[in-house]
């Protein structure tokens, strides 16, 4: 725990979608964020991210959209009251807020 810079980060897992959620989160943490595209020259945005940690496919454009994932949209949906493609996609919105999104989803279940 001393030598694991994310040991403040760690989120307690409880079911397979909270599982997803914490593991795109860490995938962000260190890969590329876009906007407006599910995936863009190597970036993906929250849903590509999804997508991505999910199949494992390197591009998620080339995925199909699992039932584990459309679970997590449903969780961010209802957990966070907001629609993750519109609000990924805001003008103003960074990559640290996506990443807390995430984190914080993976903590509830519905």
């Known amino acids: 725990m001393l030598n694991d810079p994310n040991w403040d980060k760690k989120t307690v897992i409880i079911d397979k979608v909270g599982e997803l959620l914490s593991k795109t989160a860490d995938y962000l943490e260190t890969h590329r964020w876009c906007k407006n595209h599910l ?21 998620p ?8 994932v459309n679970q997590a949209i449903i969780r961010i949906a209802i957990k966070m009251d907001l629609r993750i493609v519109g609000w990924n996609d805001d003008h103003g919105r960074k990559k640290s807020e996506v990443i807390a999104v995430l984190r914080e989803a993976a903590k509830t279940q519905t």
Request: aromatic share 6%; with cysteine.
């Open 39 to 59: 995936y863009y020259k190597g970036a993906v945005c929250m849903l590509g991210a999804l997508i991505k940690v999910d199949t494992g496919c390197k591009n």
């Open 61 to 68: 454009d080339h995925a199909i959209q699992s039932l584990l």
